[in-house]
Protein backbone atom coordinates (compact mmCIF):
# COMPACT_ATOMS: atom_id res chain seq x y z
CA UNK A 1 0.00 0.00 0.00
CA UNK A 2 1.57 3.42 -0.97
CA UNK A 3 2.12 4.97 2.38
CA UNK A 4 0.76 8.41 1.98
CA UNK A 5 -2.68 6.56 1.39
CA UNK A 6 -2.00 3.89 4.72
CA UNK A 7 -1.16 7.91 6.58
CA UNK A 8 -4.19 9.23 5.53
CA UNK A 9 -6.31 6.74 6.74
CA UNK A 10 -4.49 7.13 10.00
CA UNK A 11 -4.79 10.54 9.95
CA UNK A 12 -8.51 10.45 9.31
CA UNK A 13 -9.02 7.87 11.84
CA UNK A 14 -7.09 9.65 14.06
CA UNK A 15 -9.14 12.89 14.03
CA UNK A 16 -5.72 14.64 13.10
CA UNK A 17 -7.22 15.21 9.20
CA UNK A 18 -10.84 16.42 9.26
CA UNK A 19 -13.65 16.10 6.38
CA UNK A 20 -15.60 19.17 5.98
CA UNK A 21 -18.76 19.24 4.06
CA UNK A 22 -18.80 21.68 1.96
CA UNK A 23 -22.45 20.79 0.68
CA UNK A 24 -25.87 22.44 1.06
CA UNK A 25 -28.67 20.54 1.29
CA UNK A 26 -30.74 19.64 -1.84
CA UNK A 27 -34.52 20.00 -1.42
CA UNK A 28 -37.40 21.38 -2.92
CA UNK A 29 -36.52 24.19 -0.94
CA UNK A 30 -33.01 24.60 -2.63
CA UNK A 31 -32.63 27.73 -3.77
CA UNK A 32 -32.18 28.51 -7.46
CA UNK A 33 -30.68 31.01 -9.99
CA UNK A 34 -33.53 33.49 -11.59
CA UNK A 35 -32.46 34.09 -14.82
CA UNK A 36 -34.62 37.22 -16.87
CA UNK A 37 -37.94 35.74 -18.38
CA UNK A 38 -36.56 35.18 -21.87
CA UNK A 39 -34.85 32.11 -21.09
CA UNK A 40 -35.78 29.02 -20.15
CA UNK A 41 -35.78 28.79 -16.09
CA UNK A 42 -34.30 25.77 -14.43
CA UNK A 43 -37.26 23.74 -12.66
CA UNK A 44 -36.51 23.29 -8.67
CA UNK A 45 -34.98 20.09 -7.32
CA UNK A 46 -37.93 17.68 -7.11
CA UNK A 47 -38.30 14.57 -5.12
CA UNK A 48 -41.10 12.39 -4.82
CA UNK A 49 -41.24 8.56 -2.92
CA UNK A 50 -41.15 5.04 -5.06
CA UNK A 51 -42.01 2.87 -2.00
CA UNK A 52 -41.30 3.07 1.75
CA UNK A 53 -41.83 -0.52 3.59
CA UNK A 54 -45.16 -0.78 2.20
CA UNK A 55 -47.92 -2.23 -0.77
CA UNK A 56 -45.27 -0.26 -2.96
CA UNK A 57 -41.77 -2.19 -2.20
CA UNK A 58 -42.28 -3.89 1.11
CA UNK A 59 -38.78 -4.53 1.94
CA UNK A 60 -37.30 -1.00 0.72
CA UNK A 61 -37.06 2.70 1.28
CA UNK A 62 -36.27 4.80 -2.47
CA UNK A 63 -37.44 7.75 -4.28
CA UNK A 64 -36.81 9.31 -7.20
CA UNK A 65 -35.88 12.77 -8.32
CA UNK A 66 -35.76 15.19 -10.72
CA UNK A 67 -33.53 18.35 -10.78
CA UNK A 68 -31.68 21.14 -13.38
CA UNK A 69 -28.23 20.49 -13.67
CA UNK A 70 -27.22 23.21 -11.75
CA UNK A 71 -29.31 23.33 -8.70
CA UNK A 72 -27.71 23.88 -5.25
CA UNK A 73 -24.22 22.94 -4.42
CA UNK A 74 -22.93 21.81 -7.93
CA UNK A 75 -20.42 21.65 -10.59
CA UNK A 76 -19.88 23.41 -13.97
CA UNK A 77 -18.14 21.89 -16.54
CA UNK A 78 -16.91 23.56 -19.66
CA UNK A 79 -19.45 22.66 -21.77
CA UNK A 80 -22.11 24.51 -19.83
CA UNK A 81 -20.89 27.86 -21.71
CA UNK A 82 -20.85 28.57 -25.51
CA UNK A 83 -16.80 29.42 -25.05
CA UNK A 84 -16.20 25.84 -23.66
CA UNK A 85 -18.29 23.70 -26.22
CA UNK A 86 -15.69 22.61 -28.51
CA UNK A 87 -12.79 21.94 -25.89
CA UNK A 88 -11.83 18.38 -25.71
CA UNK A 89 -13.35 16.36 -22.59
CA UNK A 90 -15.51 19.32 -21.44
CA UNK A 91 -18.56 17.39 -20.37
CA UNK A 92 -19.08 15.75 -16.74
CA UNK A 93 -18.77 12.42 -17.78
CA UNK A 94 -15.58 12.93 -19.89
CA UNK A 95 -13.13 15.04 -17.84
CA UNK A 96 -10.47 13.26 -16.27
CA UNK A 97 -11.31 12.30 -12.90
CA UNK A 98 -8.23 13.31 -11.70
CA UNK A 99 -9.21 16.74 -11.80
CA UNK A 100 -12.09 16.28 -9.17
CA UNK A 101 -9.59 16.32 -6.65
CA UNK A 102 -7.25 19.30 -5.85
CA UNK A 103 -5.92 21.58 -3.77
CA UNK A 104 -7.84 24.34 -2.17
CA UNK A 105 -7.33 28.01 -1.75
CA UNK A 106 -9.78 30.17 0.41
CA UNK A 107 -9.75 34.03 -0.30
CA UNK A 108 -11.88 35.61 2.40
CA UNK A 109 -13.44 38.56 1.72
CA UNK A 110 -16.35 38.61 3.89
CA UNK A 111 -15.74 41.76 5.62
CA UNK A 112 -15.70 43.45 2.37
CA UNK A 113 -19.16 41.99 1.00
CA UNK A 114 -20.64 42.55 4.63
CA UNK A 115 -20.01 46.61 3.12
CA UNK A 116 -20.84 45.96 0.03
CA UNK A 117 -22.97 42.77 -2.11
CA UNK A 118 -21.34 43.38 -5.09
CA UNK A 119 -17.79 43.02 -4.05
CA UNK A 120 -15.79 42.04 -6.85
CA UNK A 121 -12.72 39.91 -6.34
CA UNK A 122 -9.66 41.45 -8.02
CA UNK A 123 -6.11 40.70 -9.08
CA UNK A 124 -4.62 42.97 -7.16
CA UNK A 125 -6.81 41.62 -3.92
CA UNK A 126 -5.59 38.09 -4.99
CA UNK A 127 -1.75 39.26 -5.17
CA UNK A 128 -2.19 40.90 -1.62
CA UNK A 129 -3.61 37.34 -0.61
CA UNK A 130 -0.82 35.60 -2.15
CA UNK A 131 1.54 38.24 0.10
CA UNK A 132 0.22 36.02 2.94
CA UNK A 133 -0.14 32.97 2.14
CA UNK A 134 1.96 32.36 -1.04
CA UNK A 135 1.40 31.91 -5.13
CA UNK A 136 -1.64 30.22 -5.78
CA UNK A 137 -0.57 26.63 -7.30
CA UNK A 138 -1.55 25.20 -10.33
CA UNK A 139 -4.67 23.09 -10.67
CA UNK A 140 -5.67 24.52 -7.43
CA UNK A 141 -9.35 25.46 -6.66
CA UNK A 142 -10.02 28.98 -5.82
CA UNK A 143 -12.13 29.13 -3.28
CA UNK A 144 -14.19 32.88 -2.81
CA UNK A 145 -15.50 33.01 1.13
CA UNK A 146 -17.98 35.62 1.44
CA UNK A 147 -19.99 33.81 4.01
CA UNK A 148 -23.51 34.40 1.74
CA UNK A 149 -24.44 30.86 2.30
CA UNK A 150 -25.19 31.93 5.79
CA UNK A 151 -28.37 33.49 4.59
CA UNK A 152 -30.81 31.41 5.44
CA UNK A 153 -33.64 33.03 4.26
CA UNK A 154 -34.02 32.07 0.46
CA UNK A 155 -34.71 35.67 -0.61
CA UNK A 156 -31.88 36.92 1.11
CA UNK A 157 -29.88 34.35 -0.58
CA UNK A 158 -30.89 35.33 -3.65
CA UNK A 159 -30.72 39.04 -2.95
CA UNK A 160 -32.79 40.06 -6.59
CA UNK A 161 -33.61 43.58 -6.38
CA UNK A 162 -35.65 45.72 -9.16
CA UNK A 163 -32.91 45.69 -11.16
CA UNK A 164 -31.90 42.53 -10.64
CA UNK A 165 -29.57 40.27 -8.27
CA UNK A 166 -26.81 41.80 -6.38
CA UNK A 167 -24.57 38.95 -5.16
CA UNK A 168 -20.24 38.99 -4.78
CA UNK A 169 -18.65 37.62 -7.23
CA UNK A 170 -15.06 38.12 -9.83
CA UNK A 171 -14.25 41.00 -11.94
CA UNK A 172 -13.80 40.03 -15.60
CA UNK A 173 -9.84 40.72 -15.41
CA UNK A 174 -9.26 38.35 -11.92
CA UNK A 175 -11.27 35.01 -13.48
CA UNK A 176 -8.72 35.74 -16.99
CA UNK A 177 -5.83 36.18 -14.06
CA UNK A 178 -6.69 32.68 -12.10
CA UNK A 179 -7.39 31.05 -15.28
CA UNK A 180 -4.22 32.28 -17.25
CA UNK A 181 -1.61 33.33 -14.63
CA UNK A 182 -2.42 30.68 -12.21
CA UNK A 183 -3.36 28.03 -14.20
CA UNK A 184 -6.31 27.12 -11.57
CA UNK A 185 -8.81 23.81 -11.72
CA UNK A 186 -11.30 26.14 -11.65
CA UNK A 187 -12.94 28.41 -8.75
CA UNK A 188 -16.04 27.82 -6.31
CA UNK A 189 -18.50 30.18 -4.42
CA UNK A 190 -20.83 30.32 -1.47
CA UNK A 191 -23.24 32.28 -4.23
CA UNK A 192 -26.05 30.48 -6.33
CA UNK A 193 -24.09 30.89 -9.01
CA UNK A 194 -19.74 31.24 -10.07
CA UNK A 195 -20.74 34.57 -11.64
CA UNK A 196 -21.40 37.47 -9.42
CA UNK A 197 -25.53 38.96 -9.59
CA UNK A 198 -24.33 41.90 -11.37
CA UNK A 199 -22.43 39.69 -14.14
CA UNK A 200 -25.27 40.13 -17.08
CA UNK A 201 -24.15 44.21 -17.30
CA UNK A 202 -20.90 42.66 -17.64
CA UNK A 203 -18.40 42.55 -20.82
CA UNK A 204 -18.68 39.96 -21.66
CA UNK A 205 -21.96 38.95 -20.16
CA UNK A 206 -21.36 36.46 -17.46
CA UNK A 207 -17.42 36.94 -17.53
CA UNK A 208 -16.49 34.23 -14.96
CA UNK A 209 -18.35 31.43 -17.05
CA UNK A 210 -16.99 32.88 -19.96
CA UNK A 211 -13.77 32.93 -19.38
CA UNK A 212 -13.16 30.13 -16.68
CA UNK A 213 -15.00 27.42 -19.03
CA UNK A 214 -13.86 28.99 -22.38
CA UNK A 215 -9.84 28.17 -20.91
CA UNK A 216 -11.15 24.75 -19.61
CA UNK A 217 -11.83 25.20 -16.39
CA UNK A 218 -14.84 23.98 -13.36
CA UNK A 219 -16.92 25.83 -11.58
CA UNK A 220 -18.53 24.88 -8.16
CA UNK A 221 -21.43 26.97 -6.63
CA UNK A 222 -23.53 26.95 -3.56
CA UNK A 223 -20.90 25.94 -0.94
CA UNK A 224 -20.93 26.25 2.44
CA UNK A 225 -18.35 26.03 5.42
CA UNK A 226 -15.47 27.45 3.28
CA UNK A 227 -14.92 29.11 7.13
CA UNK A 228 -14.07 25.82 8.08
CA UNK A 229 -11.10 25.81 6.42
CA UNK A 230 -7.54 27.24 6.21
CA UNK A 231 -6.52 29.92 3.21
CA UNK A 232 -3.92 26.59 2.31
CA UNK A 233 -3.75 23.36 3.33
CA UNK A 234 -7.44 21.71 2.34
CA UNK A 235 -7.86 19.52 -0.75
CA UNK A 236 -10.93 19.69 -2.11
CA UNK A 237 -13.45 16.47 -3.73
CA UNK A 238 -15.90 17.52 -6.36
CA UNK A 239 -16.53 14.27 -8.73
CA UNK A 240 -20.46 15.33 -9.99
CA UNK A 241 -22.44 12.36 -11.53
CA UNK A 242 -21.50 10.71 -14.83
CA UNK A 243 -24.27 12.51 -16.97
CA UNK A 244 -23.22 11.73 -20.22
CA UNK A 245 -23.07 15.14 -21.88
CA UNK A 246 -23.90 16.78 -18.57
CA UNK A 247 -23.29 20.45 -18.30
CA UNK A 248 -23.03 19.92 -14.75
CA UNK A 249 -24.98 18.09 -11.75
CA UNK A 250 -25.30 18.45 -8.02
CA UNK A 251 -22.15 17.35 -6.43
CA UNK A 252 -21.39 16.60 -3.09
CA UNK A 253 -18.25 18.46 -2.35
CA UNK A 254 -15.99 17.15 0.68
CA UNK A 255 -12.74 18.69 1.95
CA UNK A 256 -10.18 17.11 3.49
CA UNK A 257 -8.04 19.70 5.84
CA UNK A 258 -6.02 19.43 8.76
MN1 LIG B 1 -23.87 26.28 -12.73
Known sequence: MSQVLSELVAELNAGRLRVVDLTQPLSPQTPLLPLPPQWNNTPAFRIWELSRYDERGPAWYWNAFETGEHTGTHFDAPVHWISGKDLPDNSVDRILPKKFIGPACVIDVTAEVEKDPDYLLSPERVRIWEQQHGRIVADAWVLLRTS?????????????????????????????????????????????????????????????????????????????????????????????LKIVNGSGSPVRVIAITP
Open 148 to 240: WSKRADPKEYINVKEDGPHTPGWTPECSAFLAKERDVLGVGVETVGTDAGRAATFNPPFANHYIMHGSGRFGLAGLCNLDQLPPTGAVVIAAP
